[in-house]
């Protein structure tokens, strides 16, 4: 059984960092696309940022260009998001998400393409 549990969401003000970890488990992790998503209160989910199995690809929304950074262990089974400087706008529910696949030729930021998914963790960014 896949898990994907997500931790490190809070409260923080405008300007501020937070660092977004998923923990995976039930999947062969290092042959696994991975991604983030974000979700906001009457928004669709939408694209933050993957990375490729090995780590040495990133793609990231242009609204975090920049700010987030996303980053993987493999030999831990985890995913990380780096998220500084962030702003009101960044509020919403983070999701973690696997794409068992070894490449991509487009860069996965469509929700659809992804297999599986975490609970969420909720950020919060005060003005």
């Known amino acids: 059984q896949v898990q994907l549990v997500e931790s490190g969401g809070g409260l923080v003000q405008a300007g501020g960092s937070l660092r977004l970890s998923c923990a995976a488990s039930?999947?062969?992790?290092?042959?696994?696309?991975m991604g983030w998503f974000r979700q906001a209160p009457g928004k669709e989910r939408e694209f933050v940022a993957a990375i490729s199995t090995g780590g040495g690809t990133t793609f990231s929304a242009d609204s975090v260009k920049g700010r987030f950074t996303i980053s993987r262990d493999n030999t831990k089974n985890t995913v990380s998001l780096q998220m500084n400087n962030l702003k009101p706008e960044d509020t919403a529910v983070y999701y973690c998400a696997a794409k068992p696949a070894p490449s991509w030729i487009v860069a996965p930021t469509a929700p659809a393409v992804y297999n599986y998914w975490g609970q969420g963790t909720q950020v919060t960014v005060s003005s």
């Open positions: 039930g999947l062969t992790f290092s042959r696994s696309t």
